[in-house]
């Protein structure tokens, strides 16, 4: 069945870049998400791209979608102590009727250390 | 910035009673879910829902869950009689079209259930 894996942890210092990776397996997936969960918080959507682009830019975070290998990275520039969260990745598969269920990773905890 | 929010934002129930947990999705928004979280576990799929009708479920939705949209804002999860398994974060979330990539969820709903 589908499957999102992450690395379970990161730590940087701050203003160092993070990159957080992420590999699926269903390769008809439409859509891949990042979000980022803060402690007793809720699920803010930071990005998401379309699988047929392979790069999203947006402020500090860029995207990059490596479709032959099932690879997914955000990478978070000058990295800031508010950056201290969990980031979870998640696609969309088609194969489901709706296509809109995600599929998400287990999180990975970004740690940054002034 | 329109939101989902949800309530109640902590409850805490006896095994066995029933839970009516609520949702105001993002007005224009077309599509609803439910995922849960369990501490320190994925966030996981429950139900999709469309066009006053469940679109997909997962095999998490038994029998216990229902959903429902009793008026044009509310969209609420209810379950039946509480098991201790139930207690997780459950997070409420709304896209706006078949189209659009954007999944929105709300702050959740955290269940105790003693």
Known sequence: GEDVEQSLFLSVREGDSSVINCTYTDSSSTYLYWYKQEPGAGLQLLTYIFSNMDMKQDQRLTVLLNKKDKHLSLRIADTQTGDSAIYFCAESPTANQAGTALIFGKGTTLSVSS | ?114
């Not at chain 2, 929010?5 to 599509?31: A, D, F, K, W």
């Not at chain 2, 429902?68 to 209810?78: A, I, Q, V, W, Y």
Request: charged share 25%; hydrophobic share 35%.
């Open chain 2, 1 to 114: 910035e329109p939101e989902v929010t949800q309530t109640p934002s902590h409850q805490v129930t006896q095994m066995g009673q029933e839970v009516i947990l609520r949702c105001v999705p993002i007005s224009n928004h077309l599509y609803f879910y439910w995922y849960r979280q369990i501490l320190g576990q994925k966030v996981e799929f429950l139900v999709s829902f469309y066009n006053n009708e469940i679109s997909e479920k997962s095999e998490i939705f038994d029998d216990q869950f229902s959903v429902e949209r009793p008026d044009g804002s509310n969209f609420t999860l209810k379950i039946r009689s509480t098991k201790l398994e139930d207690s997780a974060m459950y997070f409420c979330a709304s896209r706006r079209d078949s189209f659009s990539g954007e999944l929105f969820f709300g702050e959740g709903s955290r269940l105790t259930v003693l």
